[in-house]
Structure formats: C-alpha cells, structure tokens
C-alpha cells in the first residue's frame, strides 16, 4: 500500500558528495519516522539517519557532522544530503518509512522499506 521510491546512489570520489531521495507513494495520511539505513555484504543494516514528522533528527555517530537529513511532510519524502564522504561510506542505502498510516482502503499503521540504492564512494 506503501511503495519508497530512491534515486540519487551512484559513484564518488572520497571526500565528495551526494544527495539520496525517497518518495512514500500512495494513500498516506501520516508517517512517524523516515530515514536512511545502509547496508554492506555479510553485516546487519544500520541506522544512518532519522527525522520525526516534528523534524527531530538522528544520526550515526559516524556521519555526524557530514550527513543531513530533511523531510517535505507534505510530499512525503526524505532526503540525505552526504557531503565528504569516506570510503567506508561505501553501502546500499534503504529508505524507510516507520508507523506510516493508510486510510484508503481501510486505515492500516505499518514500516516500509525501499529496495536500496547503491552508494559507492572510491579512494
């Protein structure tokens, strides 16, 4: 009922940036939380940065300082601005979407996840 659309992954040179997006589609009344996992092969998927829909926000210690995270409320999306970015940065990173509330066709509370984009960062 909840589909997370990303774009922006791709390849960069240590200490460049980028800027991943995340669009929630569908009939969505309200979603608690929305951020950005990332994941490497043979490890568990991490927080890397939530906001509330007040606009709380939380960060790994390791990209604080480095990463932003932004949300339109209204648009339902959610952006993470990484600026010099490491090698180690290197993952797929999941969007997700926490208590996100449907109303159509009937009212259901749920968490979504993106299918993942790829954020390669070379030395």
């Known amino acids: 009922q909840v589909q997370l659309v990303e774009s922006g992954g791709g390849l960069v040179q240590a200490g460049g940036s980028l800027r991943l997006s995340c669009a929630a589609k569908?009939?969505?009344?309200?979603?608690?939380?929305m951020g950005w996992y990332r994941q490497t092969p043979g490890k568990q998927r991490d927080l890397v940065a939530s906001?509330?829909?007040?606009?709380?926000?939380n960060y790994a210690d390791s990209v604080k300082g480095r990463f932003t995270v932004s949300r339109d409320n209204a648009e339902n999306t959610v952006n993470l601005q990484m600026n010099s970015l490491k090698p180690e940065d290197t993952a797929v990173y999941y969007c997700?979407?926490?208590?996100?509330?449907?109303?159509?066709?009937?009212?259901?509370?749920?968490?979504?996840w993106g299918r993942g984009t790829q954020v390669t960062v070379s030395s």
């Open positions: 997700f979407a926490e208590n996100a509330q449907v109303v159509v066709p009937e009212r259901r509370v749920a968490n979504y």
């Open positions: 569908g009939n969505i009344f309200s979603i608690d939380v």
């Open positions: 906001v509330t829909s007040g606009g709380g926000t």
